[in-house]
């Protein structure tokens, strides 16, 4: 393990504009370099140009040369004489001319190219793919080399929805228990790994010119708790981790620190389908980041550019409490008044780069105030939609305005609806509904759904059972469904009713007439009160394996263009008053035997 030591060598830089060293007679005022774990590293040169106002008038040459405008490559380099090292590599992105009554300066911001990734939010979806494969597609757009190691691959989609491409790969990298680092134009992910040895000891009697240290057991959460639903079995997900330090700084574990706090237990919920294996690595970099979270501070000593983020250093002959391994955050280098140094920020804060406050879009992508929520409407009017969109037009009562009636159309989701299909149920005038809106933009709402009160009460009362499910008109035509005896019934107001029971096991229609069919285990049975007729334009047919009988308590008449009866065995005509058998045309009476009375 190396030890950081002082330098007697004069401190010296290098500037490369594409690739060719700035001219010595630039006056540069100072340089900084900062590179931060889940952040672009950027660096920033101040050059003394023109004159100051009052003073003198000179031109500006190096705002007006070709070296410092915005889309030229840079390279810093620092050290001591003529041993120099890369401090940075980037892009010039702003030139920056201040100008005051004792100083003239320009400001050129650098930045690593991977800064293309925050600039256009992206969709995306992969079908179980690691999330590295997608960090590597976005990665390739811009031109920037990407390296991970390796991630897991879910059994569902990588979804990007309208976020950068930069916010996707930390908050993916964070929850897979890795961080990201940029330098010299390419990403790297690597995961927290606390038994890593420390790159370089710094011996606070040696090196060190500052330090601001805090140890801190407020985020020190003891146990973790993750859950979430498996729609297939019906159960909750539960995945738990255990506070563990490892990183070995300070003479307080983790642990100890949270036992005398008393730090109670995370708990986070979602109602995702989240698998087993990504609360696992999730749960893990939680407890990644109390570990680091329990000493956070800065130590700034002589320049150096053999600590990068991302390194474990050692910390020796400080406070007991803050000796031992600590992680790497973050590197800042300053170069001003030929004074070189670097401040090494130890450990990190808890915070998620999830919970930054410009990761999600503007509501309504900014073009109007949002409306986030659902809204309660009144339905108006349900015909004359003046697009022929088959809206709603509704009254909000939330957007209340004495100078307006505050109507407008609205879409209405229907649980399935296509082209000459679906469902068609349009609300009644004056119904509440539900609204949400397309993209929490107040201009396009959808009715939702309707919604049940004291006022607006359903037909049924709900029971404990819950064995009635209806749909009722307005008019009152119905159709119930009754679990409990598995019952189906369809009525119309007037009294037409059709009814299915599978616990009388028969179907029976009644019409207002009294009119009815019944079909059950003995039959079909046909009853009313008045004529029953049977017509065709074809044929009718009638047979049975059995018997038919026909019978009248008047008369039982038959007619027909020809008339044919026939028996197999044997045929029967009587009459017990009188029978007769006449024809106006020929009559035949033929029979092995024919015998008359």
């Known amino acids: ?337 030929g004074q070189w140094s670097t401040t090494i920020y130890l450990g990190s804060n808890s915070r998620w780069h999830s919970s930054l406050p410009d990761i999600d879009d503007n509501k309504a992508i900014g073009l109007t105030p949002s409306a986030a929520g659902y809204q309660i409407g009144v339905v108006t009017k349900i015909d004359s939609d003046p697009d022929n969109e088959f809206r709603v037009e509704l009254q909000l009562p939330a957007f209340n305005n004495s100078n307006s009636e505050n109507k407008i159309w609205a879409r209405l989701a229907f649980p399935y609806a296509s082209a000459d299909a679906g469902f068609f149920f349009f609300p009644e005038i004056g119904d509440e509904v539900l609204v949400n809106f397309l993209g929490n933009d107040p201009r396009f709402p959808v009715i939702t759904g309707s919604l049940y009160s004291s006022i607006n009460k359903p037909k049924e009362t709900p029971s404990e059972n819950n064995e009635i499910k209806s749909i009722y008109s307005k008019s009152g035509i119905s159709i119930t469904f009754e679990d409990e005896q598995k019952i189906l019934t369809v009525k119309t107001p007037d009294g037409h009713e059709v009814v299915l029971s599978d616990q009388d096991k028969n179907i029976k229609l009644t019409d207002v007439n009294g009119n009815t069919m019944t079909m059950d285990e003995s039959g079909i049975a046909l009853s009313s009160p008045k004529d029953i007729t049977i017509e065709a334009t074809g044929d009718i047919k009638m047979s049975a394996t059995g018997t038919i009988d026909l019978s009248a308590t008047s008369d039982l008449k038959g007619s027909g263009m020809n008339v044919e009866m026939s028996a197999d065995t044997g045929f029967k005509a009587s009459g017990n008053a009188s029978a007769e058998l006449s024809a106006s045309g020929q009559t035949t009476v033929k029979g092995a035997m024919v015998m008359i009375n």
């Open 1 to 337: 393990m190396a030890q950081l030591e002082e330098n007697s060598e004069p401190v010296s830089f290098e500037i490369k504009i594409d690739g060719s060293v700035i001219d010595g007679s630039i006056e540069v005022i100072s340089i900084t370099v900062e590179q931060e774990i889940n952040r672009i590293t950027n660096a920033v040169i101040k050059i003394a140009d023109g004159g100051s106002f009052g003073l003198v008038n000179e031109p500006f040459a190096n705002s007006n040369g070709d070296n410092f405008i915005p889309g030229k490559e840079i390279e810093i380099n620092l050290g001591y004489a003529d041993d120099r090292s890369l401090a940075f590599k980037g892009v010039v992105v702003s030139q920056r001319l201040i100008v005051k009554k004792n100083s003239s300066y320009i400001q050129v911001l650098c930045k690593d190219k991977s800064f293309l990734l925050t600039k256009t939010r992206s969709n995306a979806i992969l079908d179980q793919q690691a999330d590295s494969d997608l960090f590597s597609a976005m990665a390739s757009t811009t031109g920037v080399s990407i390296s991970s190691d390796p991630l897991t691959t879910y059994p569902y989609p990588v979804v990007q929805h309208n976020c950068t491409d930069w916010d996707f790969l930390v908050i993916r990298s964070e929850v897979s228990n890795c961080y990201v680092c940029t330098s010299e134009n390419s990403i790297s992910i690597k995961k927290f790994d606390f038994g890593t040895a420390s790159d370089i000891t710094i011996s606070a009697d040696l090196v060190v010119i500052e330090v601001d240290l805090d140890l801190n057991g407020e985020n020190l959460f003891s146990e973790f708790e993750f859950t979430g639903w498996d729609q297939s079995t019906q159960a909750v997900i539960l995945e738990t981790g255990s506070l563990s330090d490892s990183l070995s700084q300070g003479n307080l574990t983790a642990n100890s620190i949270s036992g005398s706090l008393s730090i109670p237990k995370m708990s986070k919920y979602t109602s995702g389908k989240v698998g087993s294996e990504e609360f696992k690595t999730y749960s893990d970099s939680w407890i990644s980041k109390s570990v680091l979270s329990k000493i956070q501070g800065k130590v700034k000593v002589v320049g150096t550019t053999s600590i990068k983020a991302g390194d474990f250093v050692e910390l020796s002959n400080f406070s007991d409490r803050f000796n031992g391994k600590g992680f790497v955050s973050k590197v800042f280098q300053e170069l001003i008044d």
